[in-house]
């Protein structure tokens, strides 16, 4: 079993719609959960982290950890062609040094 | 603020041939990362550099992969010889921060796409 499980798509939505990423987990040690937008032929770009469970918002993007169910969740508003990309999760805790283990990434696009 | 800088972008190489990569991390940034990415998988560490010396190596396959920071700045990643499973992207990333205390201040360069043939 992976540390980091993520459906690596390919989720295909109309413009506007509300796209829901997820993730799940195995290690109840991680602390810090980041999520990442990878353009083709680029490097990964943050998006947003949260320490530990809760929610956090930035303009159309919500992060949502549940740190009981071991589960994240990246949610895109009024989703546009321009965030079309694969969208990795990445997790890490203080006992590791804080090393980041990613997912495999779900690619989304965004048809408009 | 120029970001973090990767050379070669695209590297066709046979087997059992040598490569290197090349990454200048952004300016003042203490640690420095190499991550392997396969198609398909998220990015893997490989090596993190604090200043000149190594944090963490425990994922770097060093029968054939080597690399080194020298003078705590620019960095270059080996491979000798290269197999076919080594075809993927190699990220560099760099953080100001020390000790990985802010896990999510990694800014990543383009990457290298290696193909072994």
């Known amino acids: 079993q992976k540390e980091v499980e993520q459906d690596p798509g390919p989720l295909s939505v109309p413009e506007g719609a509300i796209v829901s990423l997820n993730c799940t987990y195995s290690n109840s040690a991680f602390q810090y959960f980041m999520w990442y937008r990878q353009y083709s032929r680029k490097g990964p770009e943050l998006l947003m982290y949260t320490y530990s469970s809760g929610n956090k918002e930035d303009g159309r993007f919500t992060a949502q950890v549940d740190k009981s169910s071991k589960y994240i969740s990246l949610f895109i508003r009024d989703s546009q062609p321009s965030d079309s990309a694969t969208y990795l999760c990445?997790?890490?805790?203080?006992?590791?040094?804080?090393?980041?283990?990613f997912g495999a990434g779900t690619i989304l696009r965004v048809k408009s | 603020e120029a970001g973090v800088a990767q050379s070669p972008r695209y590297k066709i190489i046979e087997k059992r041939q040598s490569v290197a990569f090349w990454c200048n991390p952004i300016s003042g940034h203490a640690t420095l990362y190499w991550y392997q990415q396969i198609l398909g998988q998220g990015p893997k560490l490989l090596i993190q550099f604090q200043n000149n010396g190594v944090v963490d190596d425990s994922q770097l396959p060093k029968d054939r992969f080597s690399a080194e920071r020298l003078k705590g700045v620019d960095s270059t990643l080996k491979i000798q010889p290269a197999k076919l499973e080594d075809s993927a992207v190699y990220l560099c990333?760099?953080?100001?921060?020390?000790?990985?205390?802010?896990?999510?201040?990694?800014?990543f360069g383009p990457g290298t796409r290696l193909t072994v043939t």
């Open positions: 990445a997790m890490s805790a203080w006992e590791y040094g804080n090393k980041l283990v």
């Open positions: 990333a760099s953080s100001l921060a020390i000790g990985g205390s802010t896990p999510y201040e990694q800014y």
